[in-house]
Every structure is written in C-alpha cells, then in structure tokens.
C-alpha cells in the first residue's frame, strides 16, 4: 500500500512560519502532481497549492505566504507556510495524483493562535 508520510505540522502563533513535509516512495514521485489541501472544522477541503513541476497553482487565500518545493532526491515535497493566520489553522493533506490513482497523506495539524 503506498504511503505518504506527513510530518512539521505543530502550533504557532499568528505571524509565524512552518514548514510541512511529505515523503512519498520512489516509484511514484517522479514527474506526478503532488500538492497540499487543508481542512478546516467544519468547512470543506480545499487545495492550498498544486504543483506538477512544471506549472504550481495556490489557492487566493494562500497566494504570496505559502510556496510548495520539492526535492526530487529526497521523494520529498515541502510546503514553507509564511505570515501564518489564524484562519490557517486546518488539517494538511499531503495530495499525488498519478496517472492511474491518487494518494493522500494521513493529515497533519496546523493551529494558528495567540
């Protein structure tokens, strides 16, 4: 069973930065999209950032504090979350689409507060 393996989420306080991570294997990092979505309680998941190497998309609340890396010798993307809002605060799924399936990370907790 492929796994994506998320780690960096945490507590910050409004402001601050984080950086999440997201290891997948070998055999399916390569020239795939992989990307960040978030949910927040209550609300619906929504895609942070979309990245197939090529061409990266953020989602409008994000646009200009979060920007999404990936380190192909590591199997490895980042997502570097900047000016951290409160309205931040979600679970963050770590997303890769292949051609034949898509993957999701088990989630990890961003809380943003004072």
């Known amino acids: 069973q492929v796994q994506l393996v998320e780690s960096g989420g945490g507590s910050v306080q409004p402001g601050g930065s984080l950086r999440l991570s997201c290891a997948a294997p070998r055999s399916i990092f390569s020239n795939n999209i992989m990307g960040w979505y978030r949910q927040a309680p209550g609300k619906e998941r929504e895609v942070a950032t979309i990245?197939?190497?090529?061409?990266?998309t953020y989602g409008d609340s994000v646009k200009g504090r979060f920007t999404i890396s990936r380190d192909n010798a590591k199997n490895t993307v980042y997502l570097q979350m900047n000016s951290l809002k409160p309205e931040d605060t979600a679970v963050y799924y770590c997303?890769?689409?292949?051609?034949?399936?898509?993957?999701w990370g088990q989630g990890t907790q961003v809380t943003v507060s004072s």
């Open positions: 990245t197939s190497g090529r061409t990266t």
């Open positions: 997303y890769l689409k292949t051609s034949l399936s898509e993957y």
